[in-house]
């Protein structure tokens, strides 16, 4: 063995301590007892596999560290206490999916069935994230009735949000800067582009959130004639529904027809598992949703603009700049979340991004500025 295959093996370990602290912490905050079980059942299977890793680097004689979850582990941890198990799911399914194929390749039997293991964690909380429906087979009854959650992609959007706002302004106010020597003008401009911006974003997805509701609302009013004009159809779809999910048929029909009998819950049953619409939310909050993207786009463009309030000229645009980069670095940190790339890879890759397009439209604002002078 060589210092390769313990350093594999401790990659290995870090990535199950990790999983295995993340599912004890969902368990802890989910409030669904079923899923509650899930999530118990998930940290088990990523302990075991961290103990067989470290039974290996035992054999090897390796120095092995206290067990302790990487800081993206920890961010998530807290993310999952604050906002609750929905808003970091499809991040965990997405990591546990590349965790799968982490184990392509590696020759230890263990390695194939671990894969295997991480993918069919990864399929279970990508349906559980983004379905009301509830999980294949057998699972379906376990998961009768979750809510759909409205912030599946919520750490995503959050991200994304902050990133337009920095970048966008921030090539807005190194354009002025090349265009002007007026400290007030970038200033002006820059605070506009912030209002603009964030108005426009609110406005965008009050509408978006706000025609998705109404089409909710027509969806669920089309429904409810369908159950008292003709039950017997909706029955057979039920049926058809919890079959496509991996029950036998005789199963499948018990089960619609229980459905199909209460009558004060079976509009709220036929829009979760035919038309994946939570009665309740329907989408979310229009209002939320503004407040939020105007909230995420501010606190982005303000890294660009904020020095141009205590400082002028040169010293403005070179803090200006480092105070944006610091900020892209911190976005690109946060990516990392979604896409399991090494920190500095993803920070600076933002950087660059975020300083080529500023540099571009200073070079436009200069371009602009001389001809007008």
Same mark, same amino acid.
């Given at each position: 063995?060589?210092?390769?295959?313990?350093?594999?093996?401790?990659?290995? +370990?870090?990535?199950?301590?990790?999983?295995?602290?993340?599912?004890?912490?969902?368990?802890?905050?989910?409030?669904?007892?079923?899923?509650?079980?899930?999530?118990?059942?998930?940290?088990?299977?990523?302990?075991?596999?961290?103990?067989?890793? @470290?039974?290996?680097?035992?054999?090897?004689? $390796?120095?092995?560290?206290?067990?302790?979850?990487?800081?993206?582990?920890?961010?998530?941890?807290?993310?999952?206490?604050?906002?609750?198990?929905?808003?970091? /799911?499809?991040?965990? !399914?997405?990591? @546990?999916?590349?965790?799968?194929?982490?184990?392509?390749?590696?020759?230890?039997?263990?390695?194939?069935?671990?894969?295997?293991?991480?993918?069919?964690?990864?399929?279970?909380?990508?349906?559980?994230?983004?379905?009301?429906?509830?999980?294949?087979?057998?699972?379906? !009854?376990?998961?009768?009735?979750?809510?759909?959650?409205?912030?599946?992609? $919520?750490? +995503? !959007?959050?991200?994304?949000?902050?990133?337009?706002?920095?970048?966008?302004?921030?090539?807005?106010?190194?354009?002025?800067?090349?265009?002007?020597?007026?400290?007030?003008?970038? /200033?002006?401009?820059?605070?506009?582009?912030?209002?603009?911006? $964030?108005?426009?974003?609110?406005?965008?997805?009050?509408?978006?959130?706000?025609?998705?509701?109404?089409?909710?609302?027509?969806?669920?009013?089309?429904?409810?004639?369908?159950?008292?004009?003709?039950?017997?159809?909706?029955?057979?779809?039920?049926?058809?529904?919890?079959?496509?999910?991996?029950?036998?048929?005789?199963? !499948?029909?018990?089960?619609?027809?229980?459905?199909?009998?209460?009558?004060?819950?079976?509009?709220?049953?036929?829009?979760?598992?035919?038309?994946?619409?939570?009665? @309740?939310? /329907?989408?979310?909050?229009?209002? @939320?949703?503004?407040?939020?993207?105007?909230?995420?786009?501010?606190?982005?463009?303000?890294?660009?603009?904020?020095?141009?309030?205590?400082?002028?000229?040169?010293?403005?645009?070179? *803090?200006?700049?480092?105070?944006?980069?610091?900020? *892209?670095?911190?976005?690109?940190?946060?990516?990392?979340?979604?896409?399991?790339?090494?920190?500095?890879?993803?920070?600076?890759?933002?950087?660059?991004?975020?300083?080529?397009?500023?540099?571009?439209?200073?070079?436009?604002?200069?371009?602009?500025?001389?001809? /007008?002078?």
């Amino acid at each position: 063995m060589s210092k390769k295959d313990i350093e594999r093996y401790l990659n290995n +370990r870090q990535k199950e301590v990790d999983g295995a602290a993340l599912y004890r912490v969902l368990a802890q905050t989910e409030a669904q007892p079923q899923m509650k079980v899930i999530y118990t059942r998930l940290a088990a299977s990523e302990e075991k596999h961290a103990v067989l890793w @470290e039974k290996k680097l035992v054999e090897l004689k $390796a120095n092995i560290l206290p067990r302790k979850p990487s800081w993206r582990a920890r961010v998530l941890i807290w993310l999952a206490k604050k906002f609750g198990p929905q808003f970091v /799911l499809p991040t965990i !399914a997405g990591n @546990e999916n590349a965790d799968s194929r982490a184990y392509d390749g590696q020759p230890e039997a263990e390695a194939s069935k671990f894969a295997k293991d991480e993918k069919s964690h990864a399929r279970l909380l990508s349906l559980a994230s983004k379905s009301s429906a509830g999980l294949p087979g057998a699972s379906v !009854a376990q998961l009768e009735g979750r809510h759909r959650a409205g912030g599946g992609n $919520a750490l +995503r !959007a959050a991200v994304l949000g902050a990133n337009d706002g920095l970048v966008s302004i921030l090539s807005l106010a190194m354009g002025v800067a090349g265009a002007t020597n007026s400290n007030s003008d970038v /200033l002006i401009a820059g605070m506009a582009g912030l209002l603009a911006g $964030a108005g426009s974003m609110a406005l965008g997805e009050w509408l978006s959130v706000q025609s998705s509701r109404e089409l909710y609302e027509n969806q669920l009013k089309i429904e409810a004639e369908e159950i008292a004009e003709s039950p017997e159809e909706e029955q057979e779809e039920l049926t058809l529904i919890y079959q496509s999910k991996g029950l036998p048929e005789v199963r !499948a029909r018990e089960l619609a027809s229980h459905m199909m009998a209460d009558k004060g819950s079976i509009l709220d049953t036929l829009a979760r598992e035919e038309l994946g619409i939570d009665p @309740e939310e /329907l989408g979310g909050s229009a209002y @939320e949703a503004a407040y939020t993207s105007f909230i995420l786009f501010a606190v982005g463009a303000i890294f660009p603009i904020f020095p141009y309030f205590f400082w002028t000229g040169a010293t403005a645009i070179y *803090l200006s700049l480092a105070v944006s980069g610091v900020g *892209l670095f911190i976005i690109g940190a946060g990516i990392t979340l979604m896409t399991g790339r090494g920190v500095l890879f993803s920070g600076t890759r933002q950087v660059l991004v975020g300083l080529i397009a500023a540099a571009l439209t200073f070079g436009v604002g200069r371009l602009i500025g001389v001809s /007008l002078a």
